[in-house]
């Protein structure tokens, strides 16, 4: 002990309080290892979620303990006033961060529980869809939140941060204006981001037609929605697009979709043995959902009669596929069966006029 008491009295007076501070944060690292290793034997047995957020918690905690060390070394050690005041605004800065990722990461922990219980593999995911939609977004504007709010208050600690945005927005209103106008497309998507968890125009797996392009919502991020085109296409849009611009969502209230096929006839085609083969194509595919079936003429013009089929599925993929299927079918009935139903051009011989068969002279 007199050994070490008199190697300590030769270090320089200027060195002393790192060392003080590095001892420290050794003995904070050692602590919090063995605290964890009794936490981890503690909740071995406990649910899979208490167990989730002790492991996510690891880090920040083993920080949380580090600044708590270097807060207390600097008040016992041996160093200037100025300096002792900096590195406890540092420590208490850097513990307010801690703190805010620790929220943060309280919140990805829940989010992510309620989003596991929700059934998005089930056929009808309508209301899951929408509970994993607002979940998704309230998760994303609180986690922009708790940033800038951690932020502000770290910042805050410092007399010199502080001071300096105090006289700043007191002699300088134009630069509010600049920073304001400069923020509008990050507030305006934030806005945009509350407004989708709120009213729903559009959910995750939602199929629309967007800017003539048909698809599905593949992700909603913080700031623009992830479009996955029917050929594997990605199509990047802000979040202030759906809330500012019509588009049209296939699935608002339900995902049954009702898909039409037209077909384009001889005015002697047989509508009636068109219509039964038609609901007899339709019926017996398993795409069907048993609802909607019909077929009627809709329209006419000098060379063809256009009909129009109607067949309902549980979803747009499987109506795309079930029209196809029907149309294919259709067709090779018609061009077997009734081969003069589809669409030609007349010309009447006995109506033409008489051709001059006078020989042109030579």
């Not at 905690?61 to 100025?82: E, K, N």
């Not at 513990?95 to 989010?111: R, S």
């Not at 992510?112 to 607002?134: G, I, P, S, V």
């Not at 085109?229 to 202030?240: E, Q």
Request: proline share 4%; aromatic share 8%; glycine share 4%.
């Amino acid at each position: 002990m007199d050994t070490l008491l008199e190697l300590w009295s030769r270090v320089p007076a200027a060195t002393k309080p790192l060392i003080e501070i590095f001892v420290a944060i050794v003995i904070a690292v050692v602590l919090h290892s063995l605290l964890w290793k009794v936490v981890s034997k503690v909740i071995g047995g406990r649910t899979e979620l208490i167990y989730r957020v002790i492991r996510r918690l690891k880090t920040p905690l083993r920080l949380m303990f580090i600044v708590a060390a270097i807060g207390f070394a600097s008040r016992v050690a041996d160093m200037g006033t100025d300096l002792r005041n900096l590195v406890s605004q540092f420590s208490l800065a850097l513990a307010v961060m801690i703190g805010g990722w620790i929220t943060m990461i309280a919140v990805d922990v829940y989010a992510d529980r309620e989003t596991r219980r929700l059934r998005l593999d089930a056929e009808d995911n309508l209301f899951a869809r929408k509970q994993a939609t607002q979940i998704k977004m309230l998760r994303m504007v609180t986690k922009v939140v708790l940033f800038l709010l951690t932020a502000g208050l770290a910042l805050s600690v410092f007399d010199a941060v502080r001071s300096f945005g105090v006289s700043l927005f007191a002699s300088a209103g134009v630069a509010g204006i600049v920073a304001g106008y400069a923020a509008t497309p990050v507030l305006k998507n934030l806005i945009a981001g509350i407004q989708i968890a709120l009213t729903q125009p559009i959910r995750i797996d939602d199929v629309v037609i967007v800017e003539d392009e048909w698809g599905w919502i593949e992700e909603i991020a913080s700031t623009y929605v992830v479009v996955r085109i029917w050929d594997l296409r990605r199509m990047v849009l802000p979040l202030s697009y759906f809330i500012e611009n019509p588009f049209q969502n296939w699935t608002r209230e339900s995902a049954n979709i009702i898909g039409s096929v037209m077909f384009y006839v001889d005015y002697t085609a047989p509508v009636a043995q068109i219509r039964d083969k038609f609901e007899e194509a339709v019926k017996a595919s398993s795409r069907w959902d048993g609802k909607t079936v019909v077929l009627q003429v809709i329209d006419t013009d000098k060379d063809t009669v256009q009909l129009r089929g109607l067949c309902s599925s549980r979803n747009s993929p499987l109506n795309w596929d079930l029209r196809c299927e029907v149309r294919e079918k259709v067709l090779s009935w018609l061009q077997e069966s009734y081969p003069e139903a589809l669409p030609k051009h007349r010309i009447d011989i006995d109506r033409m006029p008489e051709v001059d068969k006078t020989p042109i002279p030579t």
